[in-house]
């Protein structure tokens, strides 16, 4: 990891965001997105809605999000982290990979580029840490392969460039020499994202 790649920037180096609501109250939330500068936010949760957080269910976030002059997205169904499919779960747990190849995901990347061309976007979902969610190890990927510049807001308001996401992954891996950067790379993601994914009950 490097000081460089590690050090949060500001919002204009940045071609599109990603935050986590976690349990953020309303005002904290919006603060964050103020002072991202952002105008849409993309939420990306198969299911958005949440009992302990009411205000993150999605008919009162987007009435909040309005009320402050942001647009709500909802791309659950394409960008989601749960797969309604069995053929996208791989040993009881999401397959990431599966998933990025399906044409409604490779849709909805389509939607979320060409959106960022209009307003300056911020994909959301539940999780506060990055390297905790789908939005970071599944979606984040995907627009960093496309040419976006990515970073994640960070619940002080600090945003963490997505390089710095993977130099964390490739530092945690014990296979320094298993291949090239981009084969271990990918291997970190692959065992990240299985510790991590969906995993339905029963």
């Given at each position: 990891m490097t000081a460089l790649t590690d050090t949060p920037a500001g919002p204009g180096a940045f071609d599109l965001l990603t935050i986590g609501h976690s349990n953020h109250p309303i005002d904290r939330f919006l603060a964050l997105l103020n002072d991202a500068r952002i105008a849409a936010v993309v939420d990306v949760r198969s299911l958005p809605s949440s009992r302990r957080y009411p205000w993150f269910s999605a008919n009162r976030l987007k009435d909040d999000l309005a009320a402050a002059g942001i647009v709500y997205m909802p791309m659950g169904d394409a960008l989601g982290g749960r797969p309604r499919s069995e053929a996208l779960y791989r040993g009881g747990v999401a397959d990431y990979e599966a998933m990025a190849r399906t044409p409604e995901f490779l849709a909805g990347i389509g939607r979320v580029i060409a959106a960022k061309e209009r307003a300056r976007c911020c994909l959301m979902c539940a999780e506060r840490e990055p390297l905790e969610c789908h939005r970071c190890l599944l979606?984040?990927?995907?627009?960093?392969?496309?040419g976006l510049r990515i970073g994640h807001i960070l619940?002080?308001?600090?945003?963490?460039?997505?390089?710095?996401?993977?130099?964390r992954l490739l530092a945690g891996s014990d296979d320094l020499f298993a291949g090239d950067r981009t084969d271990r790379l990918a291997q970190a993601y692959s065992r990240r994202a299985n510790a991590v994914a969906y995993r339905p009950r029963g």
């Open positions: 979606v984040a990927p995907a627009l960093v392969a496309r619940a002080d308001g600090s945003i963490l460039p997505h390089a710095a996401i993977e130099e």
